[in-house]
């Protein structure tokens, strides 16, 4: 009831009638964080676990306030210590995934929430948290349909709201129905906000584990302009889809990024200098950089002959849409309904391709 010092002269009269009762110093040293008093809440807490020391929740809220005060190797040891003793219960897991992820151990702290989730399914917080390691992976699409299952099963869940608005798709332009040039335009938009540059998923995204392959996060556009003074290689370049993704539209959907995203033309070589030179200095750039740099490397055509051919299976599904529409198949919202099905799932398309492709030409590297 946002009324903590009331709490806590509670709460100090009952360990005046009572010293010895462990739960109420767990609730003091509760109380006491709510307060921001942290050192006097890790007292709390630390005389709870004196005398009953075996009691995953107090282990829990020990290790949480650890992770706050970023001592994160006690926290670690506290909450593995909390999984050793209630193994069946999914909040000790969910505890673990969460001092992981402080530590940066996102494949850890993913494989606690799923442990989490195969106890307890319908746990809205584990569903939640495993949204956050997923964007901070960077797969906003995986990571929406977490949000969204957490916010089925808890609807006042206030994380997972913040979280989805990171991720939720805007409302799609009407015409995304009807006219298949437009649904290509929105289905290239989506990739590249959501799974090449999207610029909140940049902001969330960590390193993996040291014995991963990770695929880089998205770029975000300070991000990408300081590359190109200061080239850094990348586990898995996302500029090398947004170029396969145009060459595999057969350049129709360039215009509509160049005017959303235009760093791709300067990565290409073009600068404010090489545009003063007029078409010389463009043909220049295009010739020097992008042909001998991209357009040689077979990454490059490997990515775009995966997006060439899912583009094929995408138009020809929703061609039949329309003719199911016009032959009174299905109505105007079961068509509707399925084209936005079509736009998500190319979209996972694009995430699975990025790990996938990253994980072979890893392999052939290093057999």
């Avoid at 994380?159 to 437009?182: F, G, I, S």
């Amino acid at each position: 009831m946002d009324q903590a010092e009331r709490a806590l002269s509670s709460l100090r009269a009952a360990l005046a009638i009572d010293p010895k009762e462990a739960h109420c110093h767990y609730l003091l040293g509760y109380a006491q964080n709510e307060c921001k008093r942290r050192s006097e809440a890790e007292a709390a807490y630390r005389e709870a676990l004196r005398l009953s020391p075996e009691e995953p929740v107090y282990l829990r809220a020990y290790a949480e306030l650890l992770v706050e005060m970023r001592r994160l190797p006690e926290a670690l040891e506290a909450a593995r210590k909390a999984v050793s003793l209630g193994p069946e219960r999914a909040s000790n897991h969910i505890t673990l995934g969460y001092v992981s992820s402080a530590m940066g151990d996102r494949i850890q702290a993913k494989a606690c929430y799923e442990q989490a989730l195969t106890l307890e399914p319908n746990n809205a917080l584990a569903w939640n948290n495993l949204g956050c390691v997923d964007l901070a992976q960077g797969r906003p699409l995986e990571a929406r349909q977490r949000f969204r299952e957490s916010l089925r099963l808890d609807p006042e869940g206030t994380a997972a709201k913040e979280n989805l608005k990171l991720v939720d798709t805007k409302q799609r332009p009407a015409n995304v129905y009807k006219d298949y040039a437009a649904f290509e335009r929105q289905l290239v938009v989506e990739v590249w906000d959501l799974v090449l540059f999207h610029r909140n998923a940049r902001k969330q995204a960590v390193a993996h584990a040291a014995r991963t392959k990770p695929v880089a996060a998205p770029l975000s556009p300070g991000q990408f302009f300081r590359h190109i003074f200061n080239p850094q290689p990348f586990e898995d370049d996302p500029r090398l889809h947004a170029l396969a993704l145009i060459w595999a539209t057969e350049f129709r959907t360039l215009p509509i990024l160049l005017w959303r995203m235009p760093q791709l033309l300067v990565w290409m070589g073009l600068s404010v200098g090489m545009l003063r030179l007029g078409p010389a200095g463009i043909a220049l750039a295009l010739s020097t950089h992008a042909a001998t740099y991209l357009l040689g490397r077979r990454p490059l055509r490997r990515r775009y002959e995966a997006y060439r051919d899912e583009l094929g299976r995408t138009h020809a599904r929703w061609q039949g849409l329309q003719e199911d529409w016009l032959a009174g198949r299905i109505d105007r919202p079961q068509r509707d309904a399925a084209i936005d099905r079509l736009l998500d799932q190319f979209t996972h398309t694009a995430e699975r391709l990025r790990s996938q492709l990253h994980s072979d030409e890893s392999e052939e590297k290093n057999p």
